[in-house]
């Protein structure tokens, strides 16, 4: 682990890979120490956000060097989230299938097999980066030109991940579905999803789809 300062009131704690950030986020949370302000994870990193009145950025990089290298399984798993999403309700199937060689329902049937975890949220608020996408969907391609509006909701898929997009914005990955679900809510402060959860997908028709439009995300277990 190498920790360089960021900024005045950070310290930027640099990982050997995704799962030994999870890991620290999760021990530093738990450990909730008085001058924290904020942990955030991206990747092979976690930000450790801190008081600058109540410590020094030494005394918290001391502190970090301190920390037991393990923690208790079921505090780091995270949360585990269901997520229905109405495959009928893509704009890039096609192209998904295309470039993978597999058919739509086999693009569905891998999609929805894999257990995705939170690496990092960003972009727009609460648009979670999953990881990792089974072999034979890795490989797809951004859009050419990005599209100026993305439905909130719509499940997408480029490279090794996967995504939703949790408001209207615009985006340049491939739609190959959308869940019914809000599972970010700015005003209301309601971001369920984080860094170390776990992800599943479910196929649901449109019907269901109409049922659930405006739920808000529950955490499953």
Known sequence: MKLVPL??????????DEAAAVRLAAVVRGANPPWLQDVVPAYASV???????????????????RLPQGADAARLAGSTHVIPVCYEL???????????????DEVIRLHTATE????????????????????PLCGVP??????????????????????????ASPGGWNLIGRTPLTIVDAADDFFPI????????????AGKYR????????VEW
């Open 116 to 135: 995705f975890t939170v690496y990092a949220v960003g972009f727009v608020p609460g648009f979670p980066y999953l990881g990792y996408l089974p072999p």
């Open 47 to 65: 930000g450790v956000f801190f008081d600058a009145d109540a410590i020094s950025g030494a005394d918290v990089r001391a502190w970090l060097t």
């Open 90 to 104: 893509q704009l890039d199937l096609p192209r998904v299938c295309g470039v993978t060689g597999l058919s739509a």
């Open 142 to 167: 951004r859009l050419e030109s990005p599209r100026v509006r993305v439905e909130p909701g719509s499940v997408a898929i480029t490279g090794r991940q996967s995504a939703i997009y949790p408001a």
């Open 211 to 218: 049922r659930l439009e405006g739920t808000r995300l529950s």
């Open 194 to 205: 984080r860094v170390g959860d776990r992800v599943w997908f479910e196929r649901i028709d």
């Open 7 to 16: 900024g005045d009131q950070a310290v930027l704690a640099n990982l050997p």
